[in-house]
T-cell receptor, first 117, second 115 residues
Framework: GAVVSQHPSRVICKSGTSVKIECRSLDFQATTMFWYRQFPKQSLMLMATSNEGSKATYEQGVEKDKFLINHASLTLSTLTVTSAHPEDSSFYIC?????????????FGNGTRLTVT | ELKVEQNPLFLSMQEGKNYTIYCNYSTTSDRLYWYRQDPGKSLESLFVLLSNGAVKQEGRLMASLDTKARLSTLHITAAVHDLSATYFCAGRPLFHYNQGGKLIFGQGTELSVKP
């Protein structure tokens, strides 16, 4: 089945530093990937849509300069949390859909738990 | 803008009992998804419902979709402890082809099945 690999699974960083999270589709190509954020006991909130070869589309209220997204190939998207602060601590999950199977579900990575101290 | 609402948000069940989780959505969604999430884990796809009247079953779980009522249900039959998890429904807004089919999630239903 379709596999989405997300790395790292867990990261602890100091306030003010930047953290990069990678999301790879292992056995399919994804024109579009999605980045979600989830706080404890809450739902998934869509942050942005990552588009291969073009700019990401950010949801309202998400700072594009703080959450940098790059989608350089059909199998890789990265999210960089710049100048992280404790309030950025959260569970970040990427997802992707096989570009050749539009009716298929979104496949999710295993998530990255970010803790900013 | 598509909004998705689930109820109940918390559900404590006894093993062997049946129950239903409801998912309402606000505007037209061209399909409805159900996912399961275990604590600290990512999401596992359960069902994709593509059209009005669609019904899908897997084991003790059955999902259905009524697009006229903008309602999907996830029915649990004879619950077992292994079904304890958080269940999310998600809709895909229509006419967002240029956004690759993003999903909007409901709040989630935390299910606890007790012996």
């Amino acid at each position: 089945g379709a596999v989405v690999s997300q790395h790292p699974s867990r990261v602890i960083c100091k306030s003010g530093t930047s953290v990069k999270i990678e999301c790879r589709s292992l056995d399919f190509q994804a024109t579009t990937m999605f980045w979600y954020r989830q706080f404890p006991k809450q739902s998934l909130m869509l942050m942005a849509t990552s588009n291969e070869g073009s700019k990401a589309t950010y949801e309202q209220g998400v700072e594009k300069d703080k959450f940098l997204i790059n989608h350089a190939s059909l199998t890789l998207s990265t999210l960089t949390v710049t100048s992280a602060h404790p309030e950025d601590s959260s569970f970040y999950i990427c997802s992707a859909r096989d570009r050749d199977r539009y009716n298929s579900p979104l496949h999710f990575g295993n998530g990255t738990r970010l803790t900013v101290t | 803008e598509l909004k998705v609402e689930q109820n109940p948000l918390f559900l404590s069940m006894q093993e062997g009992k049946n129950y239903t989780i409801y998912c309402n959505y606000s505007t037209t969604s061209d399909r409805l998804y159900w996912y399961r999430q275990d604590p600290g884990k990512s999401l596992e796809s359960l069902f994709v419902l593509l059209s009005n009247g669609a019904v899908k079953q897997e084991g003790r779980l059955m999902a259905s979709l009524d697009t006229k009522a903008r309602l999907s249900t996830l029915h649990i039959t004879a619950a077992v402890h292994d079904l304890s998890a958080t269940y999310f429904c998600a809709g895909r807004p229509l006419f967002h082809y240029n956004q690759g089919g993003k999903l909007i999630f409901g709040q989630g239903t935390e299910l606890s099945v007790k012996p």
